[in-house]
């Protein structure tokens, strides 16, 4: 699976998670598979409330999933109609290494429209 990761720095299978998915600086693609990863800039990291455009920089890096602590509802929504889903992360201190061995273990819950952030920062 290659999954995207909002990150603070890029510190490769040591990048704290991000509390914010659109608000993220960087975002880091994990495949599982090959346990590869490349990092994207966030260029709508300062975008207004409502108004995040989640496909813009991940639509052609062929994702799978987003592991993140939180994201808006129309974030979740656009991914989902994209066919990606979209997991929650339970605590800031995890690392990309921390969510990936979650998600092999088939420990991660996904986050739904329903339950996901109803303001910017809902952690």
């Known amino acids: ?3 995207a990761i ?27 598979d090959t346990r590869l990863s490349e990092v994207v800039q966030n260029s709508d990291s300062g975008h207004e409330h409502g108004t995040c ?3 813009g920089q991940l639509q052609d890096k062929k ?3 987003v ?8 974030a ?3 991914f989902n109609e994209a066919g990606i889903k979209v997991y929650k992360v339970d605590s800031l201190d995890r690392t990309v290494k921390d969510v990936s061995e979650l998600w ?8 739904t429209v329903e339950n996901a952030c109803r303001q910017r920062h809902c952690h």
Do not use: W
């Open 1 to 3: 699976m290659r999954m």
């Open 6 to 32: 909002p990150v603070t720095e890029n510190e490769n299978l040591k990048s704290k998670i991000f509390a914010h998915f659109g608000s993220a600086p960087l975002f880091l693609i994990y495949d599982t």
């Open 53 to 55: 455009q989640p496909m």
């Open 63 to 65: 994702i799978d999933g």
């Open 67 to 74: 592991v993140c602590a939180g994201m808006g509802m129309r």
């Open 76 to 78: 979740v929504q656009k």
């Open 104 to 111: 092999l273990a088939g420990q991660l819950a996904e986050m």
